[in-house]
């Protein structure tokens, strides 16, 4: 019965236009115009109502620090600047201590990669039968001596059961990814004690590259010698 109501045609009703005496006033509002427009001001005027009564029943002796850590600008409130929030000592201190931190996570993946490396060791360092090999000149040398390593390491690898052959490669990868830690910390301690440095007092200059003696990438700083008394 449904499905032959909507199979009768029905007349399309259109929305009344402005009239022509109010076309100075723009389109016509329909009524999902207005609901719209009538959400939006009582949530403004809801809003507006919370903000009185706050202002009704706030406590006079109601005190924050920010009341005297900002101030007013264009209508905006906005904080003080941070920048000279701590002192040279204080930031020497923080500076080493990020350093410490450093130097201990470097030292504590290097202890990482001993044993590792010890356990693989003992691993791939498996008991098999020596053979010798006879070569003419240097190259045929290097190419028997190649294929050696690579039919003992395959021999070795077959012997052992899949699953010991898979903690094997995992072990590997944790290896590669520990040492490329291990170099992006050093590489950032090498940094922060640059920082740190360059932090203290005494006249330095930075070195042009004619006057460096091995050429790096890196900017290498001078000090002016001081006597010390």
Known sequence: MSS??????????????????????????????YVVRAKAF????????????????????EFYFKM?????????????SQANKYTQEELMLMK?????YILQKVQSEKKKIEKLTAMLHSLDNQPSNK??????DREEAEELASKASERSNLAASENLPSSI???????????????????????LYMDMAMQKE???????????????????SKPVYKWRQERKR
Do not use: C, M, W
């Open 4 to 33: 032959f109501k909507n199979a009768i045609p029905r007349r399309t009703h259109k929305e009344r236009a402005q009239p022509q005496a109010r076309k100075k006033f723009g389109l016509l509002e329909k009524h999902k115009d």
């Open 42 to 61: 009582h949530k403004k005027e809801l809003a507006l109502q919370k903000l009185k009564e706050k202002a009704a029943f706030r406590n006079p002796d």
């Open 68 to 80: 005297v850590k900002s101030k007013t600008v264009d209508g905006v409130h906005r904080l003080e």
């Open 96 to 100: 080493t201590q990020d350093i410490g």
């Open 131 to 136: 053979r010798v090999y006879y070569a003419e």
């Open 165 to 187: 052959r898979r903690r094997t490669a995992t072990s590997y990868r944790e290896l590669e990814a520990r040492k490329s830690r291990v170099r992006d910390l050093e590489k």
């Open 198 to 216: 360059l932090q203290k007092s005494g006249r330095k200059r930075k070195l042009r590259e004619e006057e460096l003696v091995n050429p790096t």
